[in-house]
């Protein structure tokens, strides 16, 4: 399996990919997390990035394309959530694979209006020590110790960032769904349904191409 999740930020994206990683044995692969394990690690490329993310700005397409493409070939099976974003990227994503001789096999866009978005973003909590994405009423910490946490809330979740980013979702990576279209890769799965039955969606969406 080698499939992109286009969507809005608040979608669903890194909820569904790591459910269908764990489904599918497939890596997740995500520039948001690799983002922010760059300016976790305080090294001078994570202070370089700090100042987009944080602002909810699209980190320059030079700089996240080297960072995404050592991931393609770390796995035979993964998901992309969160990369490409625009054209350029969605370009230089198609040249890495023809370089390695690796398919893509689908683009899933997930949908949702933005008022639902901004609810499901200012609600969301992701695990600390596990990673695992979160929602206070959607989809609550498990209590049982499952996940030891802390539940944080990300900086770019505040308000301003948030609109942000849908702004630039619009204008610069919504238009990649023609792109895909115009292959035969795009799938779409309304993304307003509850996390299992997206999940359900998505798998049976892809089942045809993978
Ligand atoms: P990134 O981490 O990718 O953030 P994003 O694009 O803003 O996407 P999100 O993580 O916010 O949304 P999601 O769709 O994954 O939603 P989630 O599953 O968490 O990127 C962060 C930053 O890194 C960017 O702003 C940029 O600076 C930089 N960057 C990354 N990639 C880049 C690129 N290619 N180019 C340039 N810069 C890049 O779900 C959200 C919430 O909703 C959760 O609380 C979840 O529990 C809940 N939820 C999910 N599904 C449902 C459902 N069906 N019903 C109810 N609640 C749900």
């Known amino acids: 399996m080698k499939i992109i999740l286009l969507g809005p930020q608040g979608a669903g994206k890194g909820t569904q990919a790591q459910r269908i990683a764990r489904k599918a044995g497939a890596k997740h692969i995500s520039t948001g997390d690799i983002v922010r394990a760059e300016i976790g690690s305080g090294s001078e490329l994570g202070r370089k990035v700090q100042e987009y993310n944080d602002r909810g700005e ?3 397409d030079e700089i996240i394309v080297e960072m995404a493409k050592p991931y393609l070939n770390d796995a035979d099976s993964w998901i992309l959530d969160g990369f490409p974003r625009n054209e350029a990227q969605a370009k230089a994503l ?17 949908e949702a209006p933005d008022e639902a978005l901004v609810k499901r973003l200012s609600g969301r909590r992701q695990s600390e020590s596990t990673g695992n994405i979160y929602h206070i009423e959607y989809d609550p910490p498990p209590e049982d110790g499952d996940d030891p946490g802390p539940f944080v809330q990300r900086k770019d979740d505040a308000e301003g960032a948030i609109r942000r980013r849908l702004e630039i979702y619009h204008e610069q990576t919504e238009p990649l769904k023609d792109y895909y279209a115009r292959r035969g890769l795009l799938a779409t799965v309304d993304a307003e349904q509850s996390i299992p039955e997206v999940t359900d969606d998505i798998l049976a969406a892809v ?4």
């Open 207 to 210: 089942g045809d191409n993978v």
């Open 94 to 110: 198609d040249a890495a694979l023809e370089q390695l001789g690796v398919r893509l096999d689908a683009a899933v866009a997930l």
């Open 58 to 60: 699209l980190v320059p």
